[in-house]
T-cell receptor, first 116, second 116 residues
Framework: DSGVTQTPKHLITATGQRVTLRCSPR?????VYWYQQSLDQGLQFLIQ???????AKGNILERFSAQQFPDLHSELNLSSLELGDSALYFC???????????????FGPGTRLTVL | AQKITQTQPGMFVQEKEAVTLDCTYD???????LFWYKQPSSGEMIFLIY??????QNATEGRYSLNFQKARKSANLVISASQLGDSAMYFC?????????????FGEGTQLTVNP
């Protein structure tokens, strides 16, 4: 158990809908990262937040947005869902913003999203 | 741009034997970090080992060691005394340090099967 929690574990929804994925980082970690794992694109970085501020951004679609709240939990919002958004979404956390040896990213169990 | 290449889609090893999983990387950054993660069939991502670009010695963590050859830009994972529970997908990743944040770039993974 990494200490990172994600809810829900599974999510099944229809095209065009909107969903929210939730992540709670390990105790003491200030950074939260979101990754998408799909069969065709592999593991892709989406976005990083550090202490409430966006710090790094990957190829995150405009239909997707994220935020980190004062209690450091984070939410990833996916809207106007398409079949291709079906994937395993991981949240990871680390103590700082990245770069130090001790700033390893620990992953949550993931949320499996299925868009029908 | 950073790139991670794992050329072995699948590997097989006998229980109790050692196995090497290959990883090569491409970056122009002088400072970077290399990681290996394990993803069992249950789906979670488990951190295994870290190597910094300035580390003089190869990293070791229990049965895991990292064969780091900086000039060749390779960071191979060595698992000694394989166990049935080592059967999983293994991902090599590089941490890119940005101005204010960081991200992991992953390879495509190697599926390891340990035979009894």
């Amino acid at each position: 158990d990494s200490g990172v929690t994600q809810t829900p574990k599974h999510l099944i929804t229809a095209t065009g809908q909107r969903v929210t994925l939730r992540c709670s980082p390990r105790s003491g970690d200030l950074s939260v990262y979101w990754y998408q794992q799909s069969l065709d694109q592999g593991l892709q970085f989406l976005i990083q937040y550090y202490n409430g501020e966006e710090r790094a951004k990957g190829n995150i679609l405009e239909r997707f947005s994220a935020q980190q709240f004062p209690d450091l939990h984070s939410e990833l919002n996916l809207s106007s869902l398409e079949l291709g958004d079906s994937a395993l979404y991981f949240c990871a956390s680390s103590p700082l913003a990245g770069g130090l040896r001790t700033d390893t990213q620990y992953f949550g169990p993931g949320t499996r999203l299925t868009v029908l | 741009a950073q790139k991670i290449t794992q050329t072995q889609p699948g590997m097989f090893v006998q229980e109790k034997e050692a196995v090497t999983l290959d990883c090569t990387y491409d970056t122009s950054d002088p400072s970077y970090g290399l990681f290996w993660y394990k993803q069992p069939s249950s789906g979670e991502m488990i951190f295994l080992i870290y190597q910094g670009s300035y580390d003089q010695q190869n990293a070791t963590e229990g049965r895991y060691s990292l064969n780091f050859q900086k000039a060749r830009k390779s960071a191979n994972l060595v698992i000694s005394a394989s166990q049935l529970g080592d059967s999983a997908m293994y991902f090599c990743a590089m941490r890119r340090q940005e101005t204010s944040g960081s991200r992991l770039t992953f390879g495509e993974g190697t599926q390891l099967t340990v035979n009894p």
